[in-house]
C-alpha cells in the first residue's frame, strides 16, 4: 500500500510563508503524477497543484499561481508545497495525493480521472 504523510501546516499571518513536506512510501514506481488539494468545511476538495512525472512540468490553479511552488524530491520520497504571501483565502486543509492506479501511458493522464492516494491532511490557517 502507498501511504502518504503530510507535515508543515500551521497559522501564519497575511503574507507570511509556510512549506508543506508528503513523505511518501510503498510502490509508487508508475505513478503518472502527485499534487496537493485543499479543502474548508462545506466546500468539496479543489485542486492547488499538480506535478506531472513523466514531463517533470507543474500545473497550478489560478488561484495560487506566483504565489505556490510544487516541487519534488524522488531521493527523499517527498512532494513539497511551498506557499508564499499567502492570504486568508488560503485557509483550509490540505492534502497530499498520488496517481497509484492509472495504468495507462502517463501522457494521456488527467488529474480529472482522480487520484488514488491521499494523506490525512495538514491545516493551514492564515489570519488577517
Known amino acids: 500500500a502507498v501511504i502518504l504523510e503530510e507535515s508543515g501546516g500551521g497559522s501564519v499571518q497575511t503574507g507570511g510563508s509556510l512549506k508543506l513536506s508528503c513523505v511518501y512510501s510503498?510502490?509508487?514506481?508508475?505513478?503518472?503524477?502527485m499534487g496537493w488539494y485543499r479543502q474548508v468545511p462545506g466546500e468539496e476538495r479543489r485542486l492547488v497543484a499538480i506535478i506531472y512525472t513523466d514531463r517533470g512540468t507543474a500545473y497550478y490553479a489560478d488561484s495560487v499561481k506566483g504565489r505556490f511552488t510544487i516541487s519534488r524530491d524522488n531521493a527523499k520520497n517527498t512532494l513539497f508545497l511551498q506557499m508564499n504571501s499567502l492570504k486568508p483565502e488560503d485557509t483550509a486543509m490540505y492534502y497530499c495525493?498520488?496517481?497509484?492506479?492509472?495504468?495507462?501511458?502517463?501522457?494521456?493522464?488527467?488529474?480529472?480521472?482522480?487520484?488514488?492516494?491521499w494523506g490525512q491532511g495538514s491545516l493551514v490557517t492564515v489570519s488577517s
Open positions: 510503498g510502490y509508487m514506481f508508475n505513478s503518472c503524477g
Open positions: 495525493a498520488a496517481d497509484i492506479g492509472y495504468g495507462g501511458p502517463c501522457a494521456d493522464w488527467n488529474p480529472k480521472d482522480g487520484l488514488d492516494a
